[in-house]
């Protein structure tokens, strides 16, 4: 069964540092995406990636984020200068058609 | 705009036990896909199953059913004799094909303490 792999599994940063995320989709699907899950909270939409570019963000995903996919099998979030409002889970997923997701297992995310 | 409801915040059982959980879905799309995840103490999001609005029809898996009703935008999730393993948190989530952008919405999730 494909899966979607994230890495690291837990990451500690101090605030004000960057951090990148990383995951490797399924390797044939088209759409990439992140979601975010602050502890005991839902999981919420952050952005959608396709075609090598963003198709939707949420008000969320401020000028600190960023996404990026530097060869082709990697999927990156990067945010720039973590805030302890940053802490959560991190989910990525990614789809070959818009409604047949696959998740990662998450990267918790624990800003010092 | 699509929503996703889940009335229980948080529900305990004693093991063997069956226990529902509720979800009742909002859209317009007459494509969309409905999932139930599993999240377990350790964070990851386990896929219980996805359903599309076309079938209607309940699905059973073992010790888990679903129950689908399109009439009251319902897709409820069934555990027959419960046990303390299924103690997680439970979402239920909504994809429509044509919302582009936030198309996979979870609803708050229900919290399910399973007591031996």
């Known amino acids: 069964e494909p899966e979607v792999t994230q890495t690291p599994s837990h990451q500690v940063t101090q605030m004000g540092q960057e951090v990148i995320l990383r995951c490797v989709p399924i390797s044939n699907h088209l759409y990439f995406y992140w979601y975010r899950q602050i502890l005991g909270q839902k999981v919420e939409f952050l952005v959608s990636?396709?075609?090598?570019?963003?198709?939707?963000k949420s008000e969320i995903f401020d000028d600190q984020f960023s996404v990026e996919r530097p060869d082709g099998s990697n999927f990156t979030l990067k945010i720039r200068s973590t805030k302890l409002e940053d802490s959560a889970m991190y989910f990525c997923a990614s789809s070959e058609a818009r409604t047949d997701y696959t998740f990662g297992s998450g990267t918790r995310l624990t800003v010092v | 705009a699509q929503k996703v409801t889940q009335a229980q915040t948080e529900i305990s059982v004693v093991e063997k036990e069956d226990v529902t959980l509720d979800c009742v879905y909002e859209?317009?799309?007459?494509?969309?896909?409905l999932f139930w995840y599993k999240q377990p103490p350790s964070g990851e999001l386990v896929f219980l199953i996805r359903r599309n609005s076309f079938d209607e029809q309940n699905e059973i898996s073992g010790r888990y059913s679903w129950n689908f009703q399109k009439s009251t935008s319902s897709f409820n999730f069934t555990i027959t004799a419960s046990q303390v393993v299924d103690s997680a948190v439970y979402f239920c989530?909504?994809?429509?094909?044509?919302?582009?952008?936030?198309?996979?919405?979870f609803g708050p999730g229900t919290r399910l303490s399973v007591l031996p």
């Open positions: 989530a909504l994809s429509e094909e044509f919302n582009y952008g936030q198309n996979f919405v």
């Open positions: 990636f396709y075609n090598n570019e963003i198709s939707e």
């Open positions: 859209t317009r799309d007459t494509t969309y896909y």
